[in-house]
Every structure is written in structure tokens, then in C-alpha cells.
């Protein structure tokens, strides 16, 4: 890591090598620059039936045609595969191949928080923040029913950028959108979303988060 003047007039900038910053700070700085984050709290489902949700910043819609989200779940320290992985990948890998995303918002965010926490193999991440499985339409993933917003997934593929085992690596799964439920008022005849109503919360870094009530609107072009 090095400083030299910066040519924005500011006094100095920091030239930053990455590969020679450990995990922990690069991901500080990913998720220090790149914010806010939409959170995703994805529901799966594994062989014997046992759900789990979980939420993810690192995530987002990529494609409208066809509709594809995906999330980016990280490997354990160990280098075995986070459940939320190990749930949704597809059935040829062992997964169950589907998984959900509920919206976080303001009114379920304190609760979906807790969802984060290690807990020990087949508790219930949904039992143990007081939430609530909704059965899904399409898909066999629960999700999450004190979300207004939930998407149903069916999984593509999982893109892996470290070997198997690697632990802390990261991996992104995408999911084709076969059904979705919004509460009634939220949308409009034309699918928009009221911002208002959402009340959609958004990632920082460390602790904090963000909501989206202090808007502006911008037109194209």
C-alpha cells in the first residue's frame, strides 16, 4: 500500500495492492465502498425437509428476460459449504435446486439479523429469530412471511471462485424467477414498486444499515 497526491486536488489517495491484503480487509473494503446493499433473505430447503434462511447483501436482479436474481454465499472457515449453498445448488450437486428471497425492510430487519448467527446443524434459523416459513407456490423453499416482497427461485447454476474446500471463498448462485408475491397496494398495474410502502432497508459497512426514505428523483438522458 502506498499514498501519493491525488489528482481531485484532495492532499493524498491510497494505491492499494490487493493481493497482498488478507480476506478480512478486503472484504472491509468492499463493503465499505459498495453500499447501500439490498438485502436478500434467502430461504432454502434441504433433502430431509429442514429449512433455513439466511441474509445476504451481496446480491441483486441481474436480467429481466429472462428474470434472474442471484446471492453470494461465502464457504465456513472450515472450507465446507454454507448451508444456504448446500441447499440451493442444483439437485445434480447434491442441493435441492431452489431457493427464495424476501425483501428486508424496516419492519423485519432487527429479526432477520439474528437469522445470521451460527447455530448448530438443523435448528431453525426461522425459530430462533421468531419468524414465521410461508410455503411457497412453485418452488419447495420456504419464505419468509413477514416480508411484503418474495421471489421464488428455481436454481441455474452456482459459479464458485475458488477451488472446493477453499475456505472463505465465495461463490454466486443464480435463480430464475418462476413466481412472485407482492402485497396488495405495494405495486402498481405496471409492476412499480412504491418506495414508500417498502420501506426496503440497505447494508453499509460493519454494523450500520441504511433506509431508503430520503429519495430523489432523476430523469434519463
Known amino acids: ?14 494505491e492499494i495492492d490487493v493481493a497482498s491484503l488478507p480476506h478480512a480487509l478486503r472484504y472491509n473494503l468492499l463493503i465499505g465502498a459498495i453500499v447501500p446493499r439490498p438485502i436478500a433473505v434467502v430461504g432454502t430447503v434441504n433433502a430431509r425437509g429442514e429449512h433455513n434462511l439466511a441474509p445476504f447483501s451481496f446480491f441483486n436482479g441481474v436480467s429481466a428476460e429472462p428474470m434472474v436474481v442471484m446471492f453470494c454465499p461465502v464457504n465456513k472457515r472450515d472450507g465446507s459449504e454454507n448451508d444456504s449453498l448446500a441447499n440451493a445448488k442444483p439437485v445434480a450437486e447434491g442441493g435441492t435446486g431452489c431457493f427464495s428471497v424476501s425483501i428486508a425492510t424496516e419492519a423485519n430487519i432487527a429479526a432477520v439479523v439474528k437469522c445470521a448467527a451460527e447455530l448448530a446443524h438443523g435448528e431453525s434459523e426461522f425459530a430462533y429469530a421468531g419468524l414465521t416459513p410461508r410455503a411457497c407456490a412453485r418452488i419447495a423453499a420456504p419464505a419468509l412471511l413477514e416480508s411484503p416482497v418474495h421471489f421464488e427461485c428455481e436454481t441455474i447454476e452456482v459459479r464458485r471462485f475458488a477451488p472446493l474446500g477453499t475456505p472463505n471463498a465465495g461463490n454466486c448462485v443464480f435463480g430464475r424467477v418462476v413466481h412472485v408475491r407482492v402485497d396488495d397496494g405495494l405495486a402498481s398495474e405496471r409492476m412499480h414498486i412504491d418506495p414508500a410502502k417498502l420501506r426496503a432497508v440497505g447494508r453499509l459497512g460493519g454494523s450500520w444499515y441504511a433506509r431508503t426514505g430520503d429519495r430523489f428523483e432523476l430523469g434519463r438522458g
Open 1 to 14: 500500500m502506498s499514498r501519493r497526491k491525488s489528482p481531485r486536488g484532495r492532499s493524498a489517495e491510497m
